[in-house]
């Protein structure tokens, strides 16, 4: 099983980014599949999740509104649209496979990406 996230850069706030998750190994189109972050000096925390087949996405309280969740099952790839972005965005973004999603995020899942940094500056 392999993820690899990519996407990662230095913004402004205000800006966007798509992040990337591409994957190998196992049966992409029949995982649900996630995105986590973590921040200096922070939790690891959930952002957003989507069903195997895209019916259901979730997303935290702190993104509803600015983030959006989306696959391609044929590319066997996830992404994470960011839009306005914040300083409280900043962190490291991993993409999860096999998570739970629904009816609340996921705190973990079995398989996990090395993560893509994301830096918002003012």
């Known amino acids: 099983v392999q993820l690899a996230e990519s996407g990662g850069a230095l913004v402004q706030a205000g800006g966007s980014l798509r992040l990337s998750c591409t994957t190998s190994?196992?049966?992409?189109?029949?995982?649900?599949m996630g995105w986590f972050r973590q921040a200096p000096g922070k939790q690891r925390e959930a952002v957003s999740c989507?069903?195997?087949?895209?019916?259901?996405?979730l997303y935290a309280g702190s993104v509803k509104g600015r983030f959006t969740i989306s696959r391609d099952n044929s590319k066997r790839t996830l992404y994470l649209q960011m839009d306005s972005l914040s300083l409280e965005d900043t962190g490291l973004y991993y993409c999860?496979?096999?998570?739970?999603?629904?009816?609340?995020?996921?705190?973990?899942?079995?398989?996990w990406g090395q993560g893509t940094q994301v830096t918002v500056s003012s």
């Open positions: 999860a496979a096999g998570s739970a999603c629904g009816p609340s995020l996921p705190d973990n899942a079995p398989y």
């Open positions: 190994g196992f049966s992409f189109g029949g995982f649900n």
């Open positions: 989507i069903t195997w087949n895209g019916d259901t996405m």
